[in-house]
């Protein structure tokens, strides 16, 4: 049973868009004919069609039909898209009550709240969300802008808690979240298939490496969330004197693992911070 009423519109069906709106629908917060998904190409969203969501090639008639808007376009896009939008779009009452979602990317309130400042009473919220949201392991942080009232926030927690974890940080903090959440799965893929390689290299099979190495992640990540403990306790706790383990941390350790995942964070979050300047 749907638990929210609202019509859910993404301008831009691409694929974090779709790991939101399908994991919405498949969790049972909406009901896929209250989902739309807009884009250039309408052949580019056969995908929505197929879980039963709508599709238009018009921004301007998914701004009117739904009530909770994610901005899901490509950051260097958003001028240009909100541009078409204020030469079509005629104000009206209903306007004040629409709620708008961004996942773009470095791009601050300031910036999308003058973007959208054509709707009445603009409720903008920020967000940065993860791939992971479409099998329900999101990480989701969000900041809300002008008019943003804390029932609006309540839907918004709802929406994106029920994909993972979703938590109100203060605006500054959202790039550097990019970096580790944002970005995180493309480092921990990249992991696992390192991880399966060293097996494979040793003799195990592909698909039976690739699958002990994710669950071996799944289940370290769980540890954590689940324990409490610091990841450095947890590890020594593997880790036996003179043993397999510590061996292969000691290799670790010498190929810079740990300071080559803190520059990927900061790298990446000083990216995002730059995508919004542009």
Same mark, same amino acid.
């Given at each position: 049973m749907a638990k929210l009423d609202e019509k859910i519109g993404f301008i831009g069906g691409g694929n974090m868009a779709f790991a939101i709106g399908s994991g919405l629908i498949s969790r049972g917060i909406v009901k896929a004919g209250q989902v739309l998904a807009s884009g250039p190409h309408l052949e580019n969203l056969q995908r929505w069609r197929e879980i039963g969501a709508g599709t238009v090639d018009d921004n301007s008639i998914l /701004?009117? @039909?739904?009530?909770? $808007?994610? $901005?899901?376009? @490509?950051?260097h896009i958003l001028e240009h898209c909100a541009s078409n939008l204020r030469q079509v779009h005629v104000s009206n009452s209903r306007d004040k009550d629409k709620l708008f979602v961004s996942v773009l990317a470095g791009v601050n309130l300031k910036t999308l709240e %003058?973007?959208?400042?054509?709707?009445? #009473? /603009? @409720?903008m919220i920020r967000t940065m969300p993860n791939t992971s949201m479409q099998v329900g392991e999101g990480c989701t942080v969000y900041s809300p802008g002008t008019n943003v009232t804390q029932h609006d926030l309540e839907k918004i927690h709802l929406m994106l808690n029920t994909l993972g974890i979703a938590q109100q940080i203060p605006e500054t903090m959202i790039d550097p979240v990019t970096g580790l959440a944002g970005c995180g799965?493309?480092?921990?893929?990249?992991?696992?298939?390192? /991880?399966?390689? =060293?097996?494979? %290299? #040793? =003799?195990?099979?592909?698909q039976m490496a690739i699958q002990f190495a994710a669950q071996t992640l799944l289940g370290s990540a769980k540890t954590v969330l689940l324990t409490g403990k610091h990841p450095a306790? /947890?590890?020594?706790?593997?880790?036996?004197? =003179?043993g397999s383990t510590i061996c292969g941390v000691y290799e670790l350790e010498k190929g810079n693992l740990r300071a080559t995942l803190m520059n990927a964070v900061e790298k990446a979050s000083q990216k995002s911070a730059e995508l919004g300047k542009k």
């Open positions: /701004l009117e @039909k739904s009530d909770i $808007i994610f $901005i899901c376009v @490509k950051p %003058k973007e959208f400042e054509f709707i009445q #009473n /603009l @409720k799965p493309a480092y921990c893929y990249t992991i696992i298939e390192a /991880l399966a390689d =060293g097996a494979v %290299k #040793n =003799g195990v099979p592909r306790v /947890l590890r020594d706790e593997v880790c036996s004197p =003179g």
